[in-house]
């Protein structure tokens, strides 16, 4: 077994997450000398009548596959390959990362005073073997007014994250209730993730 898995993705989230684990990793990303380039914007966009659950597990199986030639082209050391992604979806309209200030305004509206799912996908590849999990959380924001919104996309947290916020951010204070993972809600299900290193024979 080896002593490390490699991560495939630029959340710090992730990599606190797996560190909170005990969990050894080194990065896996596409941005490299040399690389070729990998068309992320082609793997993450929706498909006409795709649901949110079926949407992130192939946006993740999409990112693995890349990570998996990534490693190969390298030539690197053998460890497992882990990648995630997270889903923000209300009803069956996935709520993406915002593309700016405005398109954060439009989601934080939609959210407001409304209950929402959160999917996040993990998926672990270990020489041919492929392992996934899904979690799935609801969450609950209060009502947020309009200055509050505004307020909160001023910090700049709604910014590349999946539903326009961060919950281990400042828009904790609008989250009333939640019901599920928090780490996943993060952007990793720690529990799940363990469970798929259990398998690959990891102590935890």
């Not at 020489?127 to 200055?147: D, I």
């Not at 009333?176 to 529990?191: H, K, Q």
Request: aromatic residues 4%; hydrophobic residues 45%.
């Amino acid at each position: 077994m080896a002593p490390f898995i490699y991560l495939a993705s630029q959340s710090p989230r992730r990599r606190q997450l797996l560190e909170q684990l005990g969990v050894a990793h080194e990065l896996l990303l596409s941005n490299a000398a040399g690389d070729i380039a990998e068309d992320a914007e082609a793997i993450e966009a929706e498909r006409a009548g795709e649901a949110p659950r079926d949407y992130v597990q192939r946006v993740t199986a999409g990112k693995l596959d890349a990570a998996v030639a990534r490693h190969a082209r390298r030539g690197l050391a053998a460890a497992p390959i882990l990648c995630s992604d997270t889903t923000v979806a209300l009803g069956m309209q996935i709520l993406g990362k915002p593309v700016d200030a405005d398109d954060a305004r439009r989601i934080l509206r939609l959210l407001s005073g409304t209950e929402h799912e959160v999917l996040t996908a993990v998926a672990m590849q270990s020489g041919a073997q492929r392992l996934q999990a899904l979690s799935v959380s609801t969450v609950k924001f209060e009502s947020m007014s309009e200055a509050q919104i505004d307020a909160y996309i001023a910090t700049g947290e709604p910014m590349g994250k999946a539903g326009a916020y961060g919950i281990q951010g400042r828009a904790a204070a609008h989250i009333a209730e939640i019901r599920g993972s928090y780490s996943a809600i993060m952007g990793l299900p720690v529990y799940e993730t363990a469970g798929l290193l259990r398998q690959l024979g990891w102590a935890l």
